[in-house]
């Protein structure tokens, strides 16, 4: 009963603050402790594609995608490698603890093996407002234990947390679960 109290808090501020992904500089207004604070990323779209495209080695970035029948909008952008769409970037912007926690994420079709349908998949994934007393969440070892991750996949405590980051790490696999859930039903793929 505890674990879906604080899973269902959690989903509820992925939600909230998830929606605020299209301001062209990112500034998020938190208030904490009563007071309100201005928190800014100072990341643009353009900054987030850039990114994406580092992230996969992709030679270029496609038009940005904005599915129009979700509550929750994710934006879609195509990468390319030599010639051939490689997946989809998408980005979030979080606040945890009263700092941005924005992270980056390519998602992508793949075949389930038992069931023959295709199903929406983290093909890469990366923090990039880790915060610096937990070096270890921009580490390859955390990062991939999320590729492949489906709306299928089961969150796991003693796996997909990091000693210090639990709010971090639940953060960032329930707005990947809500990037897959959106670009299942309304991405640039969805029939």
């Given at each position: 009963m505890k674990k879906n109290l604080v899973v269902s808090l959690v989903l509820v501020f992925v939600l909230t603050f998830s929606g605020m992904a299209f301001a062209t500089a990112h500034t998020l207004d938190v208030v904490g402790g009563g007071d309100m604070q201005e928190i800014s990323t100072?990341?643009?779209?353009d900054d987030y594609v850039n990114a994406l495209?580092?992230?996969t080695d992709a030679d270029e970035a496609g038009d940005i995608f904005y599915p129009e029948r979700n509550e929750v909008k994710y934006?879609?952008?195509?990468?390319h490698k030599d010639g051939e769409v490689i997946g989809y970037g998408s980005w979030v912007n979080t606040i945890i603890y009263s700092h941005p926690e924005d992270f980056i994420a390519v998602l992508g079709m793949a075949n389930n093996s038992?069931?023959?349908e295709s199903m929406a998949i983290i093909?890469?994934?990366?923090p990039l407002d880790a915060n610096d007393h937990h070096p270890e969440m921009r580490q390859e070892e955390f990062l991939s234990r999320y590729y492949g991750m489906s709306l299928k996949t089961s969150f796991d405590p003693e796996v997909d947390v990091i000693s210090g980051s639990t709010i971090s790490s639940q953060?960032?696999?329930f707005e990947m679960k809500?990037?897959?859930?959106?670009?299942?039903q309304y991405g640039p793929e969805a029939e």
């Open positions: 100072g990341r643009t779209v495209i580092e992230l934006p879609f952008v195509p990468l038992k069931s023959e093909k890469k994934w990366k953060t960032f696999f809500n990037m897959l859930l959106v670009f299942e």
